[in-house]
């Protein structure tokens, strides 16, 4: 039988058959996937094959075979800095929700998961969320934002969803396909998911006051079918993203506005760095590339924030 991994909770995997009927399955064994060290095998999103278990008593199934991956989106894992956590395959459009405060997202958490997307093949749209909660002030900051990854060519959407403002844009975006929110804890992830499809009531928590930070609600990634034609999965808060499997020479390539410059480089190898003739730093010099892309872009290079970035709030592996 072949269907989709809606769940995973570690050991076993929630399954829609093409016929529509589910299904809790295992995997058998060691189960790698060649080319990737991930610590789960089996990710949400993912086509798969399985056999019904005539051993056992109630109707379950045994995973034999994943089908190729149109794309995944990975973080590293918690505990084993070599390997890596799929957080979900087979995505069509992910969305990144963002707040400037209550809790704030700061440009390189923005940049960092872009690029990430970038690198693994998959439309990333931010949302500003909360902005009925913003004074004037606030309002001017957010816009400045989103100007900047407008010009370099993401698609950006002020939101509210407690309010509902542009949540029907949102779901125009969303139809048809199989999209992902997420960002950090306290964002609104769940209260969009809500909002779009009040049915599926997913839990919510207010934020931490002392800490400026979302508390932890959704403890694993689960896709769930949504009455127009489309489907979402839910993530749980991330406060990082590390750079996964990447060369330092190809990071660039990852910043859309650096690669069009970058046939312009007096190197064909240029880091944008202390090199001669840089496009890339002569376009900065010029503030035609804005200083925070930039310096995501040389924190990644150099790593000088890797151990932030690895505190993830994720379940233990």
Not at 43 to 58: E, N, P, Y
């Amino acid at each position: 039988m072949t269907g989709t991994v809606y769940k995973s909770t570690g050991s076993w995997y929630t399954v829609k058959a093409e016929d529509g009927r589910w299904f809790e399955c295992r995997i058998k064994g060691k189960f790698r996937i060649k080319g990737i060290k991930s610590t789960n095998p089996v990710a949400v999103g993912d086509v798969v094959d399985f056999d019904l278990d005539t051993k056992s008593d109630v109707e379950t199934g045994v995973i034999t075979n994943i089908h190729l991956r149109e794309n995944y989106i990975v973080r590293k894992s918690v505990n084993l800095s070599k390997q890596t956590h799929i957080i979900a395959s087979n995505v069509d459009t992910v969305f990144l929700l963002v707040t400037l405060n209550n809790p704030p997202t700061f440009t390189a958490f923005i940049d960092r998961f872009l690029v990430t997307a970038e690198a693994y093949h998959i439309k990333a749209v931010l949302l500003f969320n909360k902005i009925d909660t913003y004074n004037e002030e606030e309002i001017l900051e957010i816009r400045y934002l989103a100007a900047i990854y407008r010009e370099i060519g993401y698609e950006c959407v002020g939101i509210s969803a407690i309010t509902g403002k542009n949540v029907d844009t949102v779901k125009e975006m969303m139809e048809g396909k199989t999209c992902m929110f997420t960002g950090h804890s306290g964002v609104g992830k769940s209260t969009l998911v809500n909002a779009i499809e009040p049915t599926l009531d997913l839990k919510t928590k207010q934020i931490s006051v002392q800490h400026s930070q979302g508390q932890h609600t959704t403890t694993f990634a689960e896709m769930f079918d949504l009455g127009f034609n489309a489907r979402i999965i839910d993530t749980p808060g991330i406060k990082g993203f590390g750079i996964v499997d990447m060369e330092r020479e190809e990071i660039g390539d990852y910043f859309p506005e650096f690669f069009a410059l970058k046939s312009e480089c007096k190197f064909n190898n240029c880091l944008h760095l202390e090199e001669p003739k840089c496009a890339v730093k002569a376009a900065l010099e010029n503030d035609e590339i804005p200083w925070s892309r930039y310096k995501s872009y040389t924190q990644m290079l150099t790593g000088d924030d890797e151990q932030h970035y690895r505190k993830d709030i994720y379940p233990e592996e």
